[in-house]
């Protein structure tokens, strides 16, 4: 049987051998990084070019009656009433940052996936769905980390729609006017949300596949890609929804005139909630937009992440398979 020599000691080993299989597992060489990066990115940002106008009326609907209760207008009312006031191209505000975000963001978020896992898996000796959700949170929370000041560009872009200004322009406004510490406003929820998303996503991904080629016909193709990313989505929506609303309230709170300004995530979720005692001596707490107000624009988050995840993990595997890597 042939085998492999070892650089310490020049013994040659089977070729079978664990130490042999954990090395050429772990020996990855650049066009290898470029490859995991390149197509992550790449599905990433077809999925976002595709989905980019629910995430306009996402955000819209989020920015509702800040610090009130009251009747919201719906996802479908809300796209009429601002294509007829704001024209169709609104409807692309922030196509530029949110490209750009997507190839880094989803570059590093799904990039980092694997090798994370890796990592657990040679540390833990474990690949359990408990490895997954920590490799996923990790990676989403780098890559939030990494590109905040994009996506602090791009709603602020989906919501000014006097503005004419090009995405470098008004990055270097709201650098001047609001100092450079601004372009990293609610990265704290952001990381939390890009941790939960991508561990709910990417474990659930995983474990789906798994356990429909464990307990039905399907095999790696299409079909399987299609029906986990679904339920993928439909996850991640659930988990993600609060803390999507809260980022995006973070990051926009120059414009919320009615509610003041947040001190942090936390006490931004509260204030959705609830209200503090008006007086020591009159210590009844008022609700403002209620538990419910978490779930602002709920439906258009659903509306754009399932489908956003779908076309992402299909894509991302049939790119895969044509670099010559292995399905997720």
């Known amino acids: 049987m042939a085998g492999d020599s070892t650089p310490a000691t020049g013994k040659t080993l089977p070729s079978g051998s664990m130490e042999v299989q954990e090395r050429r597992k772990w020996d990855v060489s650049a066009s290898d990084v470029a490859s995991h990066f ?73 990039g980092l996936y694997e090798p994370s896992k890796y990592l657990c898996e040679l540390a833990f000796e474990s690949t359990n769905i408990l490895v997954k959700i920590a490799s996923g949170a990790f990676s989403g929370a780098v890559a939030t980390a990494l590109t905040n000041p994009v996506e602090v560009l791009k709603v602020r872009m989906q919501m000014n729609t006097r503005s004419s200004l090009g995405p470098i322009h008004e990055m270097r406004r709201i650098a001047s006017e609001e100092g450079v510490r601004a372009l990293w406003k609610g990265v704290g929820p952001a990381m939390a949300r890009a941790a939960t998303l991508t561990a709910s996503q990417l474990a659930t991904y995983d474990e789906s596949k798994k356990a429909l080629i464990k307990y039905t016909p399907l095999e790696e193709g299409f079909h399987l890609h299609l029906i ?39 006490h931004c979720a509260y ?52 670099a010559g890597l292995k399905a997720i």
């Not at 803390?243 to 120059?254: A, P, Y």
């Not at 008022?286 to 659903?302: H, V």
């Open 271 to 322: 204030q959705v909630v609830t209200l503090l005692p008006l007086t020591p001596l009159f210590p009844i707490v008022l609700r403002t937009e209620g538990p419910s107000g978490l779930y602002k624009g709920g439906f258009a988050i659903f509306a754009r992440l399932a489908p956003q995840t779908m076309i992402t993990f299909v894509l991302c595997e049939k790119l895969r398979g044509m």
């Open 38 to 110: 390149g197509t992550s990115g790449m599905s990433v940002a077809a999925a976002t070019a595709i989905t980019h106008p629910l995430d306009v009326l996402k955000v819209r609907l989020q920015m509702q009656l800040v610090g009130q209760r009251g009747p919201l207008v719906g996802m479908g009312r809300l796209s009429l009433q601002v294509v007829e006031s704001e024209g169709l191209r609104s409807l692309y505000l922030g196509l530029a940052p949110s490209l750009m975000r997507s190839v880094l963001y989803g570059g590093l978020r799904l």
């Open 228 to 266: 986990s990313s679904t339920i993928a989505g439909s996850v991640s929506t659930v988990m993600t929804a609060p803390m999507d609303m809260v980022k995006t309230r973070l990051m926009l709170q120059r414009e919320s005139n009615c509610a003041g300004l947040y001190r942090n995530g936390l």
